[in-house]
């Protein structure tokens, strides 16, 4: 119990510094100086998802300059998914020195079926539109103009009716072999998913189905064979109660070899709340949710605890948050699910992650996770095999996991290189070998 109660301490810690950090004021960026009409707009792209190449091939009238503190103007960009698979898109337009405090927020969305080509040529638009009023009073102004494309019939055309009611479905298929004379293998994997999503409804039906293969010959023509499957079919129903407040309900069903779990069934009802709005989601966002339910197990194998199926009833509390700022991005969250039934039976989380420009030309990442571990409760009994330490085909005890991954970098030299020459863009992958 001593575990437990700090596990649950460390939740409620976490949770209240989270709260703080979110919210605490992001570090404030000196004013560039005023800078003279006669140049072009200075603009900071933060964005993973564009093709920059593209905007300066054909976005001609700003200078991409790759530092904040010598920008006119930081163009923020976030994606969310929508319900039917394609993307929704803000361009949040941050005014920096001269053109402080004259901030503007585009927005568009990208459909499932939308190629890389028709997304960067929509952004490349909506990127347009809104650096254009800035861009005004600069040396490109008297060069710029503004065209109009009116719709058919001098309206616009009604929304069509959606004969699907929102509903998406996906089915995804494929494998993977390779292999030398000494070792082959091979995998195959199926998933599908159906979802309709609205403001008011959330559901998402997914399911899928793994097995891989792997062949080695050892010596003397002994040979050792390692297979492993998997199945899963899950659900959700999440209604909206508000601006903050969500109820829903999830449902599983799985079987896994590596876990000696013959079939897994379990249902989760919980609740969800956000200090900020949901609307807010893809800049800031920090949640609580908890959830109770129970799950049934039937092993493939006698467990540790002589048997072979029970019934757990169990809860879990998950504290998360989101951060996306001109500063940089940051995530963190920390979670305890504990068995009702055994109460010395958990399992805790804590797990960080943020990208930081910490001054010009300098950032800064990590990424990392811990876990203790005291909820194992389908360890198969008796000793494991050679093989089976070796190629990692079944789960082996222990009270602990982590991953850490950190990483700095610093650039410097000329910030206003706009210049793209795709010449030799493939020669890495040469004929010379490796």
């Not at 004013?31 to 003279?36: F, I, R, S, Y």
Request: hydrophobic letters at 35%.
């Amino acid at each position: 119990m001593g575990r437990l109660a700090a596990s649950a301490a460390l939740v409620a810690i976490l949770t209240c510094g989270l709260f703080g950090i979110a919210h605490a004021q992001p570090p404030q960026t000196p004013p560039a100086q005023v800078q003279p009409q006669s140049q072009l707009l200075r603009l900071f792209l933060d964005c993973n998802e564009c093709d920059t190449e593209h905007l300066r091939q054909t976005v001609l009238f700003v200078d991409y300059v790759r530092d904040r503190a010598v920008a006119d103007v930081h163009l923020l960009v976030t994606t969310q998914s929508t319900g039917g698979g394609g993307l929704e898109w803000t361009l949040k337009f941050i005014g920096v020195g001269r053109f402080a405090g004259q901030d503007r927020t585009l927005m568009f969305t990208t459909s499932q079926d939308a190629t890389s080509d028709d997304q960067r040529k929509e952004f490349a638009r909506v990127f347009r539109l809104g650096a254009v009023g800035y861009a005004a009073d600069t040396l490109a102004g008297p060069k710029l103009d503004v065209t109009f494309t009116a719709p058919e019939g001098g309206a616009a055309p009604a929304q069509a009716k959606d004969p699907w009611n929102y509903w998406v479905f996906r089915v995804n298929g494929g494998g993977n072999a390779n292999g030398e004379k000494t070792s082959q293998s091979r995998s195959y994997r199926l998933s599908f998913s159906a979802s309709r999503t609205t403001a008011e409804w959330k559901i998402n039906l997914s399911g899928g189905r793994n097995t891989s293969t792997s062949n080695f010959e050892v010596e003397d023509a002994e040979r050792i064979v390692s297979k492993q499957h998997s199945w899963n079919v899950n659900n959700l129903i999440v209604k909206s109660l508000g601006p903050k407040w969500s109820f829903g309900a999830e449902a599983e069903a799985s079987h896994s070899s590596f876990s000696n779990t013959d079939r897994l069934v379990g249902a989760f009802p919980g609740i969800e709340y956000d200090f900020f709005p949901y609307a807010e989601s893809s800049r800031r966002s920090l949640t609580i949710n908890y959830k109770v339910g129970v799950r049934h197990f039937d092993y493939r194998e006698m467990t540790i605890y002589d048997t072979f199926g029970e019934t757990v009833p169990m809860h879990s509390l998950n504290v998360s948050l989101g951060l996306r700022q001109p500063w940089g991005s940051m995530s963190a969250s920390a979670s305890l699910a504990q068995h009702l039934n055994h109460t010395d039976r958990y399992r805790s989380s804590v797990f960080g992650s943020t990208d930081v420009r910490l001054f010009q030309g300098f950032t800064f990442n990590f990424f990392g996770e811990y876990s203790r571990i005291n909820d194992l409760i389908g360890l198969p009994k008796g000793a494991a095999s050679t093989e089976e330490i070796l190629l990692r085909i079944r789960q082996f005890d222990t009270s602990y996991s982590y991953f850490l991954n950190f990483g700095i970098s610093y650039s410097f030299g000329s910030i206003f290189n706009s210049v793209v020459n795709p010449r030799y863009g493939g020669s890495g992958n040469g004929f010379f070998g490796g």
